[in-house]
């Protein structure tokens, strides 16, 4: 199985918590003024790779904590990436997903299509919803704009409504593991 990627970063300590590798994405319809990412919007740019490949790549890092996929739009390649995330959480990966689309319609689509479900089953957190250039806030932790959520996906899927993170109570739980 093959996935459209711009490309991957290693050692990102900004895009969720501890040290990741990013998973970026080729391809996104939501083109957000403001984008951090506009070179990933166009679907024909950026280049193929083996899914299985990028888990050996990704896995190669041993000091890594979690992997984040963002964009681009993750939910267009839903597929392939649950197919790498279900790798990477056998390794007891944290998993972070960004997506344009909000949790509601994520979960919506969800309904009928298998392979959102299994990627929003797979991710421990998503941050939804579009960059908004009139409410961005380079203040806020790993999101560029006020509308944009941080979500615990595992909660909020077991609860059917949004819950958001508590990422210092999270953080302080996995200092003590």
């Not at 790798?87 to 298998?114: C, M, P, R």
Request: glycine share 10%; hydrophobic share 40%; net charge neutral.
């Amino acid at each position: 199985m093959r996935l459209k990627l711009a490309g991957l970063h290693k050692n990102s300590v900004v895009d969720g918590p501890g040290l990741r590798t990013v998973v970026f994405t080729q391809g996104c319809p939501h083109a957000c003024p403001g984008c951090h990412n506009p070179q990933t919007h166009d679907p024909d740019g950026g280049y193929w790779a083996d899914v299985d490949a990028v888990a050996t790549e990704i896995l190669q890092e041993r000091r890594l904590r979690g992997v984040t996929f963002s964009g681009g739009e993750p939910f267009l390649q839903a597929e392939a990436l649950a197919v790498l995330a279900e790798k990477l959480k056998a390794q007891k990966l944290h998993l972070v997903v960004y997506s344009g689309y909000t949790f509601e319609e994520l979960k919506a689509k969800a309904k009928t299509d298998a392979a959102t479900a299994a990627l929003l089953a797979a991710c421990d957190l998503l941050i939804d919803g579009p960059f908004k250039k009139e409410e961005k806030d380079l203040g806020l932790l790993y999101r560029g704009s006020g509308n944009q959520r941080i979500i615990d996906l595992p909660a909020s899927l077991a609860a059917g409504e949004v819950v958001l993170a508590d990422l210092h109570r999270r953080e302080a739980r996995q200092a003590n593991a």
